[in-house]
């Protein structure tokens, strides 16, 4: 049973990771104002389970977008419906899972806070998340610097949350771009 768990606790660990490359694939597009990254990258569509879609462009927000055509504030960023669109897909996948993910921007951060649906037992629970993130801090931090292009911020920190059902917290890590 233990050894259930722990499996699961990785998994969890390992679909942040893939939520951090997701937004990461996210801050490559379209952009407020119509401009585009000055670095080209390859991931041109989005996967989300098994189907391939195009990633819509979003309609510039005059109060979001600065002249370089990045967004304002990662709050601006977060409510974008491009971003919506994405925290929509991850709840999808992450209730069959007995979590529930919401990002949030708040000043310099992105918050990938990750919220179980039902009450569980914590023992040994933040240590296996915590060094399951370790291993992954690459990805984190990578996104922390992909943000920087879409984000008209000052060393953006990447946090990952995760909660019990009753709000209280299990683990906090930040990352920060390199």
Do not use: H
């Not at 951060?109 to 998340?129: F, K, P």
């Amino acid at each position: 049973m233990e050894m259930k768990n722990s499996r699961k606790r990785v998994w969890l660990s390992l679909i942040a990771a893939a939520c951090a490359l997701l937004m990461t694939a996210c801050t490559s597009g379209v952009r407020p104002g119509g401009s585009t990254p000055s670095t080209t990258t390859q991931a041109d569509t989005s996967i989300t389970q098994g189907q391939e879609t195009e990633p819509e462009a979003t309609e510039p927000d005059k109060e979001s977008a600065d002249p370089s055509g990045k967004y304002a504030s990662i709050a601006d960023y977060v409510s974008s419906d491009q971003v919506q669109e994405q925290v929509a897909s991850l709840n999808e996948t992450f209730s069959s899972l007995g979590m529930e993910v919401a990002i949030i921007g708040q000043d310099n951060q992105m918050i990938y806070q990750y919220t179980y649906t039902t009450q569980i037992a914590t023992d040994g629970l933040a240590e296996s998340l915590d060094a399951s993130l370790d291993e992954q801090a690459s990805i984190f931090e990578g996104a922390a610097t992909a943000l920087k292009l879409a984000v008209d911020v000052e060393d953006p920190v990447i946090v990952v949350l995760y909660r019990n059902a009753d709000g209280s917290e299990i683990l906090r890590k930040e990352f920060t771009a390199q």
